[in-house]
């Protein structure tokens, strides 16, 4: 039997407004009366409003936006505002359209530039406001996973821990340590120009020596680690978001932050030390080359000098700040994959986001241990 046009009756009980919708309430059936719908709309607007839906035989995602759009240019938010009548299914779908159905602001076409500014500063304060929020929330969340799967150790997962590892950490070694070098070279060569001035050219020993050890080996080997493995975390796991894998997951019983999260934390929580170490030690080298071939000081002189004028101290200070470098970033890359809301757009805008997030972080992180550092005198 052929399904009724959907259509529609307005009347109006205890003093609110109610739209009683009837009929097959699909795409091809919607059309002739949404006109009529919008001019009830436009008519009600700021009312209270009751749709039922108990009469309608069959309702797609264009019937349901239709009806959700009705409700919303009436006083939505009033408790004496519902929707009512609808089956499980139909509820289901509208709640959906619900999520997807973003009104449009309209901005007047004439607009004083300075409320503009402030206006767009305002929210932009409120914007970071909140990411810190879900952040913080993420971040507590990441740790009480941690701490249910130390206490349930069958639950961690070794092969995916290992994988990350190897690809977040041992992959990028090869980068960060041509880059530390390059980096005590520079360092060098900065050295060779200045102190020669005063004629003091062994104290590039210790100019090397603290600037590699103390700061460049470990804040570069962060940033390149942020750029590099931050961004494939959101990358991976946005991926995954776009493709239903990780609501798949859910549905299997698998926790997302079990599976996707945790390994890649506690990968590169354990791997960034050995990345600043490696790294600091070729810069070192670097820089002794570079000393050794400009300056006139050899690497046996430059050796001798660094065990005598470098304290362990300087190399605990850098190392020390690798675990909450690479603890930053690996959340904010997951974070932000799990942020993604399904689109190429979204998830490109995501691994941006995590980049920037993750390097600004890690500068503050640096900041702060430096002033740590000089309150202790360490």
């Known amino acids: 039997m052929a399904d009724s046009a959907a259509y529609f009756d307005t009347d109006i009980k205890d003093g609110i407004l109610r739209l009683v919708a009837r009929g097959d309430w699909r795409a091809r059936s919607v059309g002739p009366i949404d006109s009529r719908l919008r001019d009830f709309a436009d008519d009600s607007v700021g009312r209270d409003l009751v749709i039922d839906m108990a009469g309608v035989d069959r309702l797609d995602t264009t019937g349901a936006m239709m009806l959700q759009r009705t409700f919303f240019a009436c006083d939505s938010r009033s408790s004496a505002s519902k929707i009512v009548g609808a089956n499980d299914a139909q509820r289901a779908l509208m709640e959906q359209i619900q999520h997807h159905l973003a009104p449009c602001h309209i901005e007047p076409f004439h607009r004083n530039a300075f409320v503009a500014m402030l206006e767009r500063l305002g929210q932009g304060v409120l914007d970071a406001y909140y990411a810190a929020l879900e952040l913080m929330s993420f971040i507590g969340a990441t740790l009480a996973t941690l701490w249910r799967v130390m206490t349930r150790p069958s639950h961690f997962r070794w092969t995916s821990t290992v994988h990350h590892m190897e690809e977040a950490g041992l992959d990028a070694i090869p980068i960060v340590g041509l880059m530390s070098f390059l980096i005590g070279a520079?360092?060098?060569?900065?050295?060779?120009?200045?102190?020669?001035?005063?004629?003091?050219?062994?104290?590039?020993v210790e100019l090397v020596g603290i600037a590699v050890l103390r700061e460049f080996g470990v804040l570069l080997s962060a940033i390149l680690i942020a750029g590099r493995s931050g961004s494939a975390f959101t990358a991976q796991i946005g991926s995954m978001k776009i493709r239903e894998e990780i609501d798949a997951m859910r549905v299997l019983g698998l926790d997302p932050m079990e599976v996707l999260v945790l390994p890649r934390v506690i990968a590169l929580v354990i791997m960034l030390p050995v990345i600043a170490f490696i790294a600091a030690f070729l810069g070192v080298v670097g820089g002794a080359l570079v000393a050794d071939s400009v300056m006139d000081i050899s690497i046996a002189l430059f050796v001798a000098r660094f065990e005598e004028t470098i304290v362990i101290n300087h190399f605990w200070a850098g190392i020390i700040k690798a675990p909450f470098f690479a603890f930053v970033i690996a959340v904010i890359g997951c974070f932000q994959g799990m942020e993604v809301e399904g689109s190429a757009e979204s998830l490109g805008q995501r691994t941006t986001l995590s980049v920037v997030q993750a390097l600004f972080l890690v500068i503050v992180i640096d900041a702060f241990f430096a002033m740590f550092y000089l309150e202790i005198d360490f």
């Open 186 to 204: 520079v360092v060098a060569f900065m050295g060779a120009k200045i102190l020669r001035l005063f004629n003091a050219d062994i104290f590039t």
